[in-house]
């Protein structure tokens, strides 16, 4: 019985850890993976090794003298598992779901500004196909195998890829649009987008009025309607300000992305290219909000 207390005791000791470990690192990631690896080992160690003295301990009281009642107790008492064990293997094959699932199908993201808006306002909870640029490994970000690649005008999530620009950042997980691939030429000029020396067309939409603390701070803006190759999206111009201008080359294994919100966005234009070891996913729908605008929720982010 105190061996049991004492290895349950160290078991949840060492679990909160690991978690611990990972929430102070503020990486999601990490704590799962902690917490899948933590959960894992508890289990796997008793299913090994304790198990066995369990059932040891509980053949030689059935053999012990006493009624059977009583011998029947002592034995139900030996193969009872300590807490942390019983925890274990309760919470192991859910947190391992949840671990497949965010890092390898789709992950929950979001959105903190309004560098996105019209398309995605702050307070959107959107998910990202995480297979859509190729399966990685979690944590690392090491890719094991390769299935797509961006495309322009995806709406893609991606590891902030410029720490000397902003060292705050490191790490942190961004969304944008991509606008350039390997190799393109890309100009911004007086609000119009070039692509390889073309002026992407735009039509007027009209006004923006949105909602909330940043909407209403964004009301008066111009909506527009951009037409990339393949993807006619909307975009906000602010009249009374303006976004960095000039022209980039977009390096190999490497993306240029811009915010919708044009005047509005620290994006490529200010921190440079996202490299392709820095992919998260590819945003695809709106699941949620909070500010509870109902009709938003299962909108399809194009």
Do not use: C
Request: avoid cysteine; charge should be neutral.
């Amino acid at each position: 019985m105190v061996r049991d207390v004492f290895i349950s005791a160290l078991s949840i000791i060492l679990l909160a850890l690991v978690v611990g470990a990972g929430w102070y690192t503020g990486d999601f990631a990490l704590a799962l993976v902690l917490a899948t690896f933590g959960t894992g080992l508890i289990w796997a160690i008793d299913r090994a090794f304790l198990l066995r003295r369990r059932v040891r301990r509980a053949q030689e009281l059935e053999r012990a003298e006493g009624g059977d009642v009583e011998r029947q107790q002592w034995v139900q008492e030996a193969l009872h598992e300590p807490i942390a064990v019983e925890y274990a293997r309760s919470f192991f094959p859910v947190i391992l779901i949840v671990l497949v699932f965010r890092s390898f199908i789709a992950e929950p993201f979001k959105i903190p500004s309004g560098s996105m808006m019209p398309t995605l306002l702050v307070g959107d909870f959107i998910l990202v196909n995480k297979f859509a640029y190729g399966l990685r490994l979690p944590v690392v970000g090491t890719k094991i195998l390769g299935v797509g690649e961006p495309q322009r005008g995806d709406v893609f999530v991606f590891r902030f890829p410029n720490p000397d620009h902003d060292p705050k950042k490191q790490g942190e997980d961004y969304i944008k649009r991509v606008i350039g691939l390997p190799g393109d030429q890309i100009g911004y000029h007086n609000k119009t987008l070039y692509v390889n020396g073309k002026e992407i067309p735009q039509s007027y939409v009209g006004p923006y009025v949105g909602s909330g603390e940043e909407g209403r701070r964004m009301s008066g803006g111009e909506v527009h309607d951009e037409m990339l190759p393949g993807v006619e999206h909307h975009i906000m111009k602010l009249p009374f300000r303006g976004g960095k201008e000039g022209d980039w080359t977009v390096p190999a294994g490497q993306y240029f992305a811009m915010g919708d919100n044009r005047d509005n966005s620290e994006d490529s234009r200010y921190w440079g290219y996202v490299p392709e070891e820095n992919l998260v996913g590819k945003a695809f729908v709106i699941w949620m909000n909070s500010g509870l605008e109902l009709k938003r929720i299962g909108t399809l982010i194009k």
